[in-house]
Antibody
Framework: EVQLVESGGGLVQPGGSLRLSCAAS????????MSWVRQAPGKGLEWVAN????????HYVDSVKGRFTISRDNAKNSLYLQMNSLRAEDTAVYYC?????????????WGQGTLVTVSS | QSALTQPASVSGSPGQSITISCTGT?????????VSWYQQHPGKAPKLMVY???KRPSGVSNRFSGSKSGNTASLTISGLQAEDEADYYC??????????FGGGTKLTVL
């Protein structure tokens, strides 16, 4: 069974940093692109970043470029999101998602999310 | 990277059909046939319902169907059931190798 379990969320002050983790199991992690998608409280979904299988290709939404870094450790079946210079508008549930086995341009498995709150 | 446009809400009675639209631009919805739709129940993670505009993942009911014309994609749910009540989001891959979501549509089954 495919499982994605996020951790690392919490309360952080504006300007602070946080590192999210996503532990993957039940599939060959190293064969898939992976994404982070976030959802602000009561709001819609927003794609944040993705990374290819070997970690060499990464893409980001404009609003996080230069502040967030996506990475992965295939030996540990883990995905990460390093978030620096956090702002109030980064407050959201952050989901780890697998880019699907169907076409690769969608997400077929999602974690349950981890809440990041940026507030003083 | 502006969000795709969806109606805020739609409603229908059990057994009826509803359609949710998703309007983008020639740089996203109109650029590729990589539009997908997600169902999200309160407090839950999104679930993939349609991918590549018209295709259904295994296990998704054939009551869910997708289509596209120009810069607008649509999700149709036929034979509405109470458990279809949820938020629905469209997503499109873009010409800049990123993704954009719609703002979401709340479906109410009357």
């Amino acid at each position: 069974e495919v499982q994605l379990v996020e951790s690392g969320g919490g309360l952080v002050q504006p300007g602070g940093s946080l590192r999210l983790s996503c532990a993957a199991s039940g599939f060959t992690f190293s064969s898939y692109w992976m994404s982070w998608v976030r959802q602000a409280p009561g709001k819609g979904l927003e794609w944040v970043a993705n990374i290819n299988q070997d970690g060499r290709e990464k893409h980001y939404v404009d609003s996080v470029k230069g502040r967030f870094t996506i990475s992965r450790d295939n030996a540990k079946n883990s995905l990460y999101l390093q978030m620096n210079s956090l702002r109030a508008e980064d407050t959201a549930v952050y989901y780890c998602a697998r880019e699907s086995a169907y076409s690769g341009y969608d997400w077929d498995y999602w974690g349950q999310g981890t809440l990041v709150t940026v507030s003083s | 990277q502006s969000a795709l446009t969806q109606p805020a809400s739609v409603s229908g009675s059990p057994g009826q059909s509803i359609t949710i639209s998703c309007t983008g631009t020639s740089s996203d919805v109109g650029y590729y046939n990589y539009v997908s739709w997600y169902q999200q129940h309160p407090g839950k993670a999104p679930k993939l319902m349609v991918y590549d505009v018209t295709k259904r993942p295994s296990g998704v009911s054939n009551r869910f169907s997708g289509s596209k014309s120009g810069n607008t994609a649509s999700l149709t749910i036929s034979g509405l059931q109470a458990e279809d009540e949820a938020d629905y989001y469209c997503s499109s891959y873009t010409s800049t190798s990123t993704w954009v979501f719609g703002g979401g549509t709340k479906l109410t089954v009357l």
